[in-house]
Structure formats: C-alpha cells, structure tokens
C-alpha cells in the first residue's frame, strides 16, 4: 500500500496578471492530499479568475484523487471561476476504468441473490439444474433484447405474485428457452 510518505504531494502556486493560478503538482494524489489543495486554493489571491492544476508531475493516484478532483470542482462551483486539472499522464483513464470497474461489480453484486432466486424457481417448476436454469434466464434475456437482472426479477415477481404480469416479450422468450432447454 502506498503512503503519503512515498512520494508526498506538493503544489506550487504561480499566477499572472490575467488572474490565472497555475498549480504544479507533483507527487502521489493519496490519502491526505485534498487537505493539501484546500490550503493551495485557499492562499489563491482575490481576483483570482481561473484556476488549472498541471499534474504532469502526479505519478501516482488511488481514489483519493477523486475527491481532489472533486474539491477542484467545487471550488470552482463556490467561486463561480473555471477549474481544470490539464496535462495528465495517463492516470485518471486507469483511475476511471477501476471505478467503473469496481461500480459494475457493487452492480453485480446487488443483482446477484434475484438471480439466483429466479434460478431456484426455474430449478423447482422445470425440474432443470442449476446451469440450465442460468442458460434459460441467459437466453431469455438476450431474445427479450431485456437485461438478465430485469428478466430475473420478472421471474421472482410472477412466482411470489401469480398475479403479477410478465411481460409478452420476455414471456415468449422464457417459453422458447426452456423449450430448447428441455430440446
């Protein structure tokens, strides 16, 4: 695990007569690193009316350069100037692609037990394994054009509520897969 102490994070402040602030940061965007642009953007002079930070020297970032990012932004918001963090090296398409990552998964996760459920009902009403019970929900799915977890959920609902409709298109699709299924 990376610490601040590693590559501790710097800025230095310059700004011109147009009332632009560059900030230059180097080093690691870690825990402990917002406290350190706070205090950057709070000694920024009045009048000030733009505001870039050039990370070229950050060389490291976790998510805490989120939250850096974000009080960027908020800054600008408050003081109603324009912010940008200019000159990255290829760190916030890393950071970026892990949170998306890593939302997909909570997604995932939190999708995960009405697909199972939907997978047991289809066990005990198609005397099917477990495997194909996935197979059914997969391929209805994709010949519903639904996603997997909506189709699931339509399952689980019409099984704890008989009255509860499903609907004609993933209806047809359940009939056609557990047909192939059952072949």
């Not at 918001?77 to 990255?88: G, K, Q, S, T």
């Not at 997978?119 to 209805?140: K, Y």
């Amino acid at each position: 695990m990376r610490t601040a102490e590693s590559n501790p994070l710097i800025i230095e402040c310059r700004t011109d007569d147009t009332g632009r602030a560059l900030l230059a940061a180097r080093g690691e965007l870690v825990h402990g690193c917002t406290a350190i642009l706070a205090r950057a953007l709070a000694e920024l002079p009045a009048g000030t009316r733009r505001v870039e930070v050039d990370m070229s020297g950050v060389d490291f970032m976790d998510t805490a350069g989120r939250r850096f990012l974000d009080l960027l932004r908020d800054y600008g918001e408050r003081h109603m100037i324009p912010v940008a963090a200019v000159n990255w090296r290829g760190q916030p398409r890393d950071f970026w692609e892990l949170c998306r990552e890593v939302e997909q998964l909570r997604r995932a996760m939190a999708t995960r037990p009405v697909i199972d459920q939907a997978r047991g009902i289809l066990m005990a009403t198609q005397a099917c394994t477990s495997e194909q019970a996935w197979n059914i929900l997969r391929e209805a799915s994709q010949l519903s054009n639904t996603k997997l977890r909506t189709v699931a959920a339509t399952v689980t609902a019409s099984a704890e509520n008989a009255s509860s409709p499903v609907p004609e298109p993933v209806h047809q699709a359940l009939r056609t897969a557990i047909a192939r299924v059952r072949g």
